[in-house]
């Protein structure tokens, strides 16, 4: 986005001058499949495989935020949430807004679901039991300022759906997908507090990681087949083991 210099430190912007010396066609080729055609074909289908230059196409994108900053993402977001929740009163339908992905700025872009502060401010800008939070354990445990067994106890009353993935998340901001039992998610603990305090939430496995093959079917990041199969594998032993603890009430 252009400006978005102004967003990053003197040391970022000095490790990039350098990626810039060495990094190949190819891997500069892979970047931009990876985090443009992708990203942007998978979520809207703005930009497509075997588009000609797609870098163009998301900076055309990119363009349509000039002078949105958080403050007037922020109120975009009340506005179009104050407007439907007519609707969803009068047909019973829960809205649950998804945490940003990762939860920090990215190309700069505002960010405005990322945190603790950022829930309780939608929440509470538009204080109706239908707007509600679509907890992602993934998103949220991708940023190290989140605790996602703190946010569950806190937001369990106004959550309506619950995405079940984990990650790992290392200095720099950097992070990666783990094993649904294990990582920052703490997918467990989870699944044992909504389930005392909002019993009957929908829940779903999110990601899955790439094994037997997968990495050579083309799945958009997250999606593939064997990964997401032991995945839900996983989560169906943690749902058993909350199960049986309700049953013979055990408490932790």
């Known amino acids: 986005r252009e400006g978005a210099e102004k967003d990053y430190t003197e040391e970022e912007l000095h490790k990039v001058t350098q990626l810039d010396k060495v990094i190949t066609e190819t891997e500069k080729d892979n970047l931009i499949d990876t985090i443009i055609v ?7 289908g703005n930009i497509k495989e075997g588009d000609k230059n797609p870098v163009a196409i998301f ?9 949105i900053d958080r403050d007037a993402l922020r109120e975009n977001m009340c506005y179009f949430l104050s407007a439907i929740m007519p609707v969803c009163d009068e047909y019973g339908i829960n809205m649950c807004v998804h ?41 949220l445990s991708a940023g190290a300022h989140n605790d996602t067994r703190e946010l569950a106890k806190k937001f369990a009353g106004r959550t309506h ?11 720099g901001g950097n992070f990666i997908e783990s094993s649904h039992l294990l990582g920052r998610g703490h997918l ?23 094994m ?20 839900l594998a996983q989560v169906e032993g ?10 013979h009430k055990i408490e932790f």
Not at 38 to 44: A, E, I, S
Not at 59 to 67: A, M, N, P, T, V
Not at 118 to 138: E, K, R, S
């Open 38 to 44: 992708k990203t942007q074909g998978f979520v809207n």
């Open 59 to 67: 900076k055309r994108l990119l363009g349509l935020y000039k002078d």
């Open 99 to 139: 945490p940003d992905d990762p939860p920090f700025q990215v190309l700069g872009l505002p960010r405005i679901v990322t945190n603790e502060e950022d829930i309780a401010w939608f929440l509470n800008a538009v204080d109706n039991p239908h707007n509600g939070l679509t907890f992602c354990a993934g998103s």
């Open 161 to 171: 759906f619950v995405h079940l993935r984990s990650t790992e998340a290392m200095p």
């Open 188 to 210: 467990i603990d989870l699944i044992r507090i909504f389930e005392k305090e909002n019993p009957g939430l929908p829940m779903r496995v999110d990601h899955g990681r790439m």
């Open 212 to 231: 037997l093959g997968d990495e050579d079917k083309g799945y958009n990041a997250g999606y593939s087949f064997h990964g997401r199969m032991l995945a």
């Open 238 to 247: 943690m749902m058993a083991v909350v199960d049986d603890e309700k049953q």
